[in-house]
């Protein structure tokens, strides 16, 4: 198992150009090219809380598949994504789905319901970010933190897409919000309890509110980059 490196705090703050975060963030997002991690997922709403264990393979550039577990280790449920195509498979019912997923139901003290597209916008975002050649970026710089901005076009408009914070010590992802294209954040996701993994920067919890709706949360115990997935 790869050493992990607690995170110091106390270091001098450094200096990046817009130019050199773009080319950072690119390169911790080539580094990884699979990941296998354990987790426990958490989501929060008004209508009651569900968790339960999981463990996520990821493959890039779109292939994505999230295992979620009973307390006695037995399946609920087997999620597979590439790109577009989502099913999920139900052992206790002996049924897959595979059209008009839309949401996602959890079971704990009470029933959970998320978007499916929510789940895997955050469980992409564990793995690093992508940053669109299309995207037009913006920097901002405050006493602790880097704010980058990332636009698209549309009928010759600038739209904000994401915002991207990052700490000025090792230039870690600590928040990203996410807009719709109307310009209202619909998530946003903070990055926590990094641990240094092969040289790679990695946070061990991932948690995103909507707006209003839930509470998502990813808490890693254990998380492997590279690892041969056949």
Do not use: Y
């Given at each position: 198992m790869a050493k992990r490196v607690p995170v110091m705090e106390t270091e001098r703050l450094g200096e990046a150009s817009l130019e050199e975060l773009?080319?950072?963030?690119?390169?911790?997002y080539r580094a990884m090219n699979t990941l296998k991690a354990l987790k426990k997922v958490e989501v929060k709403t008004s209508e009651g809380k569900g968790t339960f264990p999981g463990i996520l393979l990821f493959q890039r550039p779109d292939h994505l598949r999230l295992q979620g577990f009973d307390p006695l280790g037995r399946s609920v449920f087997d999620l597979v994504a590439r790109g577009e195509e989502v099913r999920v498979y139900l052992p206790g019912e002996d049924r897959i789905l595979t059209?008009?997923?839309?949401?996602?139901?959890?079971?704990?003290?009470?029933?959970?319901?998320?978007?499916?597209?929510?789940l895997l916008e955050?469980?992409?975002?564990?793995?690093?970010?992508y940053l669109d050649p299309t995207m037009i970026p913006a920097l901002e710089k405050d006493q602790m933190f880097y704010v980058l901005y990332l636009f698209f076009v549309q009928d010759s408009r600038a739209a904000l897409l994401k915002k991207l914070?990052?700490?000025?010590?090792?230039?870690?992802?600590v928040r990203e919000e996410i807009f719709d294209p109307g310009g209202q954040r619909r998530m946003t996701i903070f990055f926590d309890q990094y641990q240094k993994i092969e040289d790679q920067w990695r946070p061990f919890r991932v948690r995103a509110e909507t707006q209003g709706a839930y509470e998502l949360s990813l808490d890693y115990s254990e998380i492997k980059v590279n690892p041969s997935l056949g």
């Open positions: 773009v080319e950072l963030l690119g390169s911790r059209e008009e997923i839309d949401t996602f139901p959890f079971m704990g003290d009470g029933k959970a319901l998320l978007k499916l597209t929510d955050v469980l992409g975002a564990s793995g690093g970010i914070w990052l700490e000025r010590v090792h230039f870690r992802l």
